[in-house]
């Protein structure tokens, strides 16, 4: 007993001794006075808008024989604008329509992000189906739905587990599920769109467009290959997370009235917008263009899409007169954009002129660091890091950047460049564009 008292004695003294004599009550002493902490500063520097913009002629001089390289066949559209004034600084066909390739993903994440509450989530739920042991797998047009526990694609994806666990739970006791079908009328039209190559869909970077898919239309989660069965699949990994692995998988449709078992929704809206990009996930875009069109009450179809996201931008105050689009991931070789299009939308969602489009910016790569330009962009040790931002376009014949960079005096430009009709094997032309924007990032041209 007495050692328990020296004990506690000692440990109320080491107290004393850690917070101070303040830290002992007394009700005769004044109360601690805690210090007053100021508001956090930031902690990235704001570009100051005293940094000089470049000269357009000294930028023409640097541009024109670097545009001019071999490896992008003399065809290289491009305009630069500073995002400060929205003056153009350098204009090379900027007004021609051409092939954007992935650089038209831009218009789908601008539109997603002017019509759609950006932090508004895709929802995929599950209902009773017709019999006994049949349940109905409702696609909400979220491809992101993962069958890992986390997704190894998709930050902040719903998980096939957690869907199937909520069935389990509201089936009645001892039911065994027997029939999966797949139910994704959310989406109607052709799988494929026009322009689309034969060889696309399903292909490493493509798979047919479907309201409901697992895991981005990936064959094995985190790789490449793409299914050419999306909806089926997402019914298998439904049924083997029941565990009934052996149940019949179908396409079909809800029943009318059907009682709810269970639903997950995806990250927000802003959220897939940025790993579209990032990532340049075709299947993901096309989900956003199509849900856009559903928004402005068009069908959730290639048609219905490629008419939803131009109108969506020329509301926002974009001039889309020379847009053509036939998909919403610019896999078409049909699609054409201009480049002073994509420069407008960049630089509106810079200067905030385009309302609620600041997830274009963050989910736009950063050259050696992440998504499509991982390992592009940073072999200039002039280039500071993170400088050169873009959303890339490659198609047979068409590469392309869009984006942003901040030049050696610190001002913010927005800058699209696309080559049509090279005949390369992709990295030529990449390390060409790679080596205009690292250019302009190292450019004070003042």
């Not at 479907?210 to 990936?218: E, F, L, S």
């Not at 990032?278 to 219905?304: C, I, K, M, T």
């Not at 960049?346 to 905030?352: I, L, M, N, R, S």
């Amino acid at each position: 007993m007495v050692v328990l008292v020296v004990v506690a004695a000692l440990a109320v003294a080491g107290l004393v001794f850690l917070r101070g004599d303040d830290a002992v009550p007394d009700a005769a002493g004044p109360a601690a006075v805690l210090p007053e902490v100021g508001a956090p500063g930031p902690v990235l520097a704001a570009l100051s808008d005293a940094a000089p913009a470049p000269d357009p002629d000294a930028l023409t001089a640097l541009l024109t024989p670097l545009l001019a390289a071999p490896a992008l066949g003399g065809g290289v559209s491009a305009e630069v604008v500073d995002v400060a004034d929205g003056r153009t600084l350098f204009a090379q066909g900027a007004d021609d329509p051409v092939t954007p390739a992935s650089t038209a993903k831009l218009l789908t994440a601008a539109a997603a992000l002017t019509t759609l509450d950006p932090e508004d989530t895709l929802e995929t739920r599950v209902v009773a189906g017709a019999g006994p042991g049949e349940v109905v797998l409702v696609g909400g047009g979220d491809p992101t739905l993962s069958t890992t526990a986390p997704s190894l694609t998709y930050p902040g994806a719903p998980t096939v587990a957690d869907l199937a666990a909520q069935v389990r739970a509201a089936l009645p006791a001892g039911t065994a599920v027997t029939r999966v079908v797949v139910d994704g009328s959310l989406f109607e039209g052709p799988l494929t769109a026009e322009g689309w190559g034969p060889e696309d869909a399903p292909s490493t970077y493509a798979a047919p467009v479907t309201a409901t898919a697992v895991d981005g239309a990936r064959t094995r989660p985190g790789e490449d290959p793409r299914s050419g069965s999306p909806g089926t699949d997402a019914g298998r990994a439904l049924a083997a997370a029941l565990g009934a692995p052996g149940a019949t998988v179908e396409l079909g449709e809800a029943p009318d009235g059907a009682a709810a078992l269970g639903s997950v929704r995806s990250a927000p809206v802003a959220r897939l917008v940025e790993q579209a990009l990032s990532q340049s996930d075709n299947l993901l875009a096309e989900s956003l263009s199509r849900h856009v069109a559903l928004a402005r009450d068009l069908p959730a179809s290639f048609d219905g899409a490629a008419q939803a996201v131009p109108e969506a931008l020329e509301e926002a105050g974009l001039d889309v007169a020379d847009v053509e689009l036939h998909d919403g991931s610019g896999l078409s070789r049909l699609d054409l954009v201009t480049p002073a299009v994509l420069t407008g939308l960049v630089t509106g969602a810079a200067d905030g002129s385009l309302e609620g489009t600041s997830a274009v910016l963050s989910g736009l790569a950063v050259a050696g660091y992440d998504g499509t330009l991982a390992d592009r962009g940073d072999t200039d040790p002039a280039t500071a890091p993170g400088a050169v931002r873009a959303k890339t376009g490659t198609l047979l014949g068409v590469h392309g950047l869009a984006g942003t960079v901040v030049t050696a005096d610190g001002r913010l430009l927005a800058y699209a460049l696309v080559a049509n009709g090279t005949s390369g094997g992709g990295g030529p032309e990449e390390a060409a564009l790679d080596a205009a924007a690292a250019a302009l990032a190292a450019c004070g041209c003042s």
